[in-house]
């Protein structure tokens, strides 16, 4: 086992000579145990660049490369079966906030359970046809399709033209460091102002403040139909015109496409990950409650709706804090591990603005009802957790960036130096790197407790919306992100096991759970 050694300022565990030699030897094992579990599964993030799509293919492909974690749609099959059903999903999401619905089914939305369920039970027949009819009739519209082009426009043009420091994302087992300018504060910021501008409550009255409800459902088809070609797109390009050495074939067509055949691509020096994952998904949802909290202002005669502001508030500022720690989320596995497929950028397209939203945008036709006093109480719920959140993804951040020299919560820190190897594919040279694991802090508390307070905040903005009155369809965002971030949890976990062995094992020793203490 690791012995404790006093370091000055800080303690951190050391592996004695004979083990780090050890775990040296063993680094080959671990990477061909991560390629023969990404053969039997699905894509690794980091494959080869070999464009085949036949056994021997995947076999070469996998064992060249792999992020030290599978990945894909065999590593979680409820996951999979819900990608399956999404664009459908996502279209009937969208109709079931919209006026059509509101004014063909009146207060059915509101009743899942007590009359949409009981009715669907009583004739299978009728209500799965009806379910086709409603999700088929959200179709793309023109102002929807100019809406989201010109939102687009606006992010690429915010993208190119705003400074900022450059940034580096970790180094992948290719050698390839992702660079990026950390002008993300900047962005929020100038688009939110260019927003406002050009809406009717600015100098420019180019259109509606709420216009992002009354285009929503045209825009999500719009954005399905769209994200279908684009994730095609990504397949090809990441098979034969691949931006890194971090790419290659699963073997399998549709593998290709759901979990995606390149990490890190780019078109013109543009970050395809980062411009549709944070400039135009996040933007789309930060900007999205507050034009909700307008349109639901000016259809109830100019009356507020306490649950959905401090909602449409607390998401901005979340979000606010997700710009100031977009560079935190360049270094998270959503970037480093999984690939540009239709798992993450059809979800970032599509899922995120008709799912994350879905809380707010209910709200619009259907009132929360709260009193200002209990909608102020869980805002400060919602508050209190968004700030936490960042706290933790601060904390972890200084920690790195001074290397463990810091005191973490007044005292020198308990971390593990946990060494790894990259291999040079072209001339088959390993380099020895090492990373520092905190398991101090919030960090000592669980190995992610800042996701802890990431659902603590997505469940008061669900409960804003008020299911007591509103019924449970409020609550499928929070519920969602739940299973989201437990799975991921767990395949964080799984990656770190395969990258860092033993030095692992001790880590999770010291901190035994994944999200909440004593519980998970």
């Known amino acids: 086992r690791p012995v404790i050694t006093k370091v000055p300022g800080a303690r951190r ?33 980091n494959g080869s660049s070999s464009n085949g799509h036949g056994k021997q293919a995947a076999k070469e492909t996998y064992a060249e490369g792999t992020n030290w974690v599978a990945g894909g749609l065999e590593a979680n099959p409820y996951f999979f079966a ?6 459908f999903l996502s279209l009937l999401l969208s109709y079931l906030t919209s006026v059509e619905m509101h004014t063909a089914h009146p207060g059915l939305a509101t009743a899942p359970l007590t009359a949409m369920l009981p009715a669907c039970v009583a004739d299978l027949r009728a209500c799965a046809g009806g379910v086709l009819d409603a999700g088929l009739s959200v179709v793309p519209t023109v102002p929807a399709a100019q809406f989201i082009m010109g939102f687009m426009g606006v992010a690429l043009v915010l993208e190119r033209v705003l400074p900022g420091a450059r940034e580096k994302g970790p180094e992948t087992l290719t050698g390839h460091v992702p660079v990026y300018v950390d002008n993300g504060v900047a962005h929020c910021v100038a688009f939110t102002a260019l927003f406002w501008a050009g809406s009717n409550l600015g100098p420019g009255k180019f259109y509606d403040f709420g216009i992002m409800f009354d285009v929503f459902p045209g825009s999500v088809a719009f954005l399905n139909l769209f994200g279908l070609v684009f994730c095609l797109f990504l397949t090809l390009k990441g098979l034969y015109f691949p931006s890194t050495q971090d790419c290659g074939s699963s073997g399998s067509w549709v593998k290709d496409y759901l979990w995606g055949t390149e990490l890190y691509p780019r078109v013109f020096g543009l970050d395809l990950k980062r411009f549709i994952n944070c400039r135009f998904s996040m933007t789309f949802w930060q900007l999205a409650g507050l034009s909700f909290t307008y349109r639901s202002y000016t259809l109830h005669g100019n009356a507020l709706d306490w649950g959905l502001l401090f909602s449409a508030v607390s998401q901005y500022l979340y979000l606010f804090k997700f710009f100031m720690w977009e560079m935190g989320y360049m270094r998270s596995i959503d970037i480093i591990v999984d690939r540009a497929g239709f798992e993450i950028q059809w979800g970032c397209l599509v899922w995120v603005p008709a799912v994350y939203t879905l809380h707010s945008r ?20 919602s508050v209190a957790s968004v700030a936490l959140n960042y706290a933790a993804d601060r904390e972890r951040d200084v920690f790195r960036a001074t290397g463990g020299k810091g005191l973490v919560w007044g005292k020198a820190p308990t971390f593990i130096t946990a060494t790894y190897t990259v291999v040079d594919r072209k001339t088959g040279a390993e380099t020895a790197k090492t990373s520092l694991l905190l398991a101090s802090g919030f960090w000592g508390v669980a190995r992610h407790f800042q996701y802890f307070f990431e659902l603590a905040a997505a469940w008061s903005w669900c409960l804003l919306a008020n299911p007591a009155v509103n019924g449970v369809v409020p609550l499928f965002y929070a519920a969602f992100l739940t299973s989201l971030l437990i799975d991921r949890a767990s395949r964080d976990s799984k990656k770190c096991h395969l990258k860092y062995g033993k030095y692992y094992e001790e880590y999770c020793r010291l901190v035994p759970y994944k999200i909440v203490p004593g519980l998970y």
């Open 13 to 45: 565990f050391v592996l004695p000579p004979a083990q780090r030699n050890a775990v040296k030897m063993s680094t080959g094992a671990r990477k061909r145990s991560a390629a023969k579990a990404n053969g039997q599964g699905a894509a690794a993030a």
């Open 82 to 87: 819900l990608i399956v059903a999404a664009p």
């Open 362 to 381: 209910f709200l619009v036709l259907h009132p929360s009802g709260l009193s200002f006093a209990a909608a102020a109480a869980l805002f400060a719920v």
